[in-house]
């Protein structure tokens, strides 16, 4: 009986990137775990532990078998019909089937099946030790990791993230012998590369994390990212001030030590007249260290820094760390004063010479363009058309200036700084616009709160998608230089949440309209000869809006399915085309309701059956409904509610109330239930048939004023 040990391997590496340690680490336990369950060793993997951090990747896979189980094999040969002769002898392909599995015709069996009967070949073979197969797992795991950037070391032909220096891989307290990277495997692990640095034997896989402990390594990467939170937040509880923890820094510092220790630093108070985000942008991009806020969420003049290493003077590493941050504090000030001197919209000349896209000419070409986009949107929601059109003509301004050049990641901000205390100051609502119009800035991030500032949004995303799709760079598979996919949803959030019901056909148009000639022209379609072109300009404009329509409705799809509303309703919304995406929403939420009516499977059923009615019919049947010829019963009875339904949605569908209008055609399931029942639609008699088509055809566009709900699935 095979018996079951802790699997542990470790893979011991210069220090490792820490934005793809975590993913490194995932990937390799996955690996692992999948090369256990590929061969068939017991193994308890829904157990399985990472360890992770700067010198090592590791697993530990509890309750792992010694062995594999016995393992079968069936090999399928030539088929019954194929395989004996008309005497009943075995062909050649028989006899060849049985020398290719080196047994006799006689040794093979036969397989029935319901589609025919086969000769097959069955064997049983004991299973291999797990040792056995473990460097065969371990190389398989490791090839399969997402390596940024792999890199050579030595005079070796491999490569890895990183160069390795040591190997463990223990089944229990047994060494498994292996070789990979050059490297052979061995009980010989290492701790903290200061204050332990000497190799160490780990006796068993199951005391490898307590013996890490003991060399001052916390290899779980949740325990020791819990830790550079709780002494960050100690030392700033310390201070009398409450910790705001930057989720994605603390990730990174974890990533970056085995044994944080947390370090209290200063600096300068004059820097705080800088703005307080160029000076958190560079304390946590560039020195990785955690902001101080007081109780007003107010930046003060400590930081947090995280060592790696128990110092015995950790004065000395807080003058480090103040000595690093002050000359970029002081670059920071620098930028920050000088590009005050002049006001904002002295940079507008410089955007001139900045290359947008070469057919779409440059940053000041587009800025241009958003400006007269802007002007148009906000005479269309009744936002002041003049501070408009001056925040979108200085939207890109800020590029220009020297710390938005150090500090990239500013964009926007440093804009609304420079237009609210530049050398000419701008209108509030200006200012405040350069900065939000970029929101959402990332996935979960809300839109822009200020109406000046989504008119400012939609504007600079409608150019951008009508530019970069008319040049024909759309994305294609992963490649999105110019990040569309993150414009289109950003622009349909905002119409959607800000309640903007602008037509976005529309508005499309007359982005192709600002549009240079040698935009469009140099994304239209050309025949075989290269130069002549498939479609005039108009044509394409046309086909372009429709391309864009579909690439940010499919964006939609995804942002439904996070609020949980599945891809039936979607569709069913999307059938109708309605002209804005705000009215979308609305469509949808009343689509959302409408499904958890106890009517709303069979009137989806009647209506997807209604369509294929229609479908099927001559359209010359289809009129107007004579009264006279509707018999009495079902016929008249429905005929009777679709009239009264009829007028009733009417001033609804004025109001979009939506909901309203499905619940009143919810109403119709008796007396449709009824009509399918007792009517029959394509009689002989070509009045009776065309005026039953005729009410039914009525009955479809009734609930199309909504939406398509014959594409419901998931509904009550």
């Not at 050579?152 to 498994?176: T, Y």
């Not at 009045?687 to 509904?715: P, T, W």
């Amino acid at each position: 009986m095979s018996e079951l040990k802790s699997l542990l391997i470790e893979i011991g590496t210069e220090e490792l990137p820490p934005k793809a340690l975590d993913d490194l680490a995932a990937a390799f336990v996955a690996g692992i775990v999948d090369g256990l369950t590929k061969r068939g060793i017991s193994a308890d993997t829904s157990n399985a532990k990472l360890f992770a951090t700067p010198r090592r990747l590791a697993v530990l896979v509890p309750h792992v078998a010694t062995e594999q189980p016995e393992q079968t094999s069936e090999r399928r040969g030539p088929a019954m019909n194929a395989a004996l002769d008309a005497s009943g002898q075995p062909s050649k392909a028989l006899i060849g089937f049985a020398q290719s599995c080196s047994v006799t015709v006689e040794q093979l069996q036969k397989l029935e099946t319901d589609k025919g009967a086969w000769f097959v070949h069955r064997a049983v073979k004991p299973g291999q030790p797990t040792a056995a197969l473990m460097q065969e797992i371990v190389i398989e795991a490791l090839k399969a990791l997402p390596i940024p950037k792999a890199m050579r070391w030595g005079d070796h032909d491999f490569s890895f993230v990183r160069p390795v220096h040591w190997l463990v891989i223990l089944h229990g307290e047994q060494v498994i012998d292996a070789e990979i990277f050059g490297i052979k495997s061995d009980r010989f692990s290492r701790g903290h590369r200061f204050m332990a640095p000497e190799k160490f034997d780990v006796v068993s896989a199951d005391l490898y994390q307590t013996k890490l402990l003991e060399k001052k390594v916390i290899a779980n990467p949740i325990d020791r990212r819990n830790k550079v939170a709780s002494v960050v937040e100690q030392t700033i509880n310390a201070l009398g001030l409450a910790f705001v923890e930057p989720v994605a820094l603390t990730a990174e510092v974890s990533n970056l030590v085995e044994w944080p220790v947390a370090i209290h630093g200063t600096f300068d108070q004059a820097f705080l007249d800088v703005p307080s985000e160029a000076l958190i942008a560079t304390m946590q991009n560039n020195q990785k260290f955690f902001p101080v806020f007081d109780a007003n969420n107010k930046l003060t003049e400590h930081f947090i820094g995280v060592a790696n290493i128990e110092s015995k003077d950790p004065a000395e590493i807080r003058k480090g760390y103040e000595r690093v941050i002050r000359p970029r504090f002081a670059d920071a000030k620098f930028f920050y004063d000088e590009d005050r001197k002049q006001p904002l919209e002295a940079q507008l000349e410089a955007l001139k010479s900045v290359t947008y896209q070469q057919s779409l000419g440059s940053v000041w070409d587009k800025s241009m363009r958003v400006a007269e986009l802007a002007r148009v949107i906000a005479n269309r929601v009744g936002v002041d058309a003049a501070l408009a059109t001056r925040a979108a003509a200085l939207s890109k301004c800020d590029l220009m200036t020297r710390m938005v050049g150090e500090f990239p990641e500013l964009q926007g901000v440093m804009g609304r700084y420079y237009a609210s205390q530049g050398a000419k100051p701008e209108h509030a609502d200006v200012a405040q616009a350069l900065d939000e119009f970029y929101a959402p800035r990332f996935a979960g991030d809300n839109i822009a709160q200020g109406k000046l500032a989504q008119v400012i949004a939609v504007a600079e995303r409608v150019d951008t998608l009508a530019g970069i799709f008319a040049v024909g760079q759309k994305p294609s598979g992963n490649k999105d230089p110019f990040a569309l996919r993150r414009a289109a949803l950003g622009l349909a959030r905002t119409l959607i949440e800000a309640k903007l019901d602008l037509d976005l056909r529309g508005l499309l148009s007359e982005a192709f309209a600002l549009l240079p000639e040698a935009a469009l022209q140099a994304g239209l379609p050309r025949g075989k000869d290269g130069k002549t072109a498939i479609l005039d300009a108009g044509a394409r404009r046309t086909e372009l809006a429709a391309e864009i329509l579909d690439f940010i409705l499919d964006r939609l799809r995804g942002y439904y399915a996070d609020q949980g509303i599945s891809g039936d309703v979607f569709e069913a919304v999307r059938a109708v085309e309605p002209a804005t995406l705000s009215d979308f929403d609305q469509r949808m939420h009343a689509v959302v309701e409408f499904a958890k009516l106890p009517e709303a499977q069979a009137l989806a059923a009647a209506n997807k059956r209604i369509g294929n009615i229609l479908r099927q019919a001559d359209a010359s049947e289809i009129g107007v409904i004579d009264s006279a010829q509707l018999e009495a019963g079902a016929e008249a009875d429905l005929h009777t509610a679709v009239t009264a339904a009829s007028s009733a949605i009417k001033p609804l569908l004025a109001t979009r109330s939506y909901v309203d209008v499905l619940k009143h055609l919810a109403d119709l399931r008796a007396p449709v239930d009824a009509f399918f029942e007792g009517v029959m639609v394509m009689v002989h008699d070509a009045a009776k048939r065309r005026n039953r088509l005729s009410l039914l055809a009525q009955l479809r566009r009734m609930f199309l004023e909504v939406a398509d709900i014959s594409l419901l699935h998931n509904v009550a």
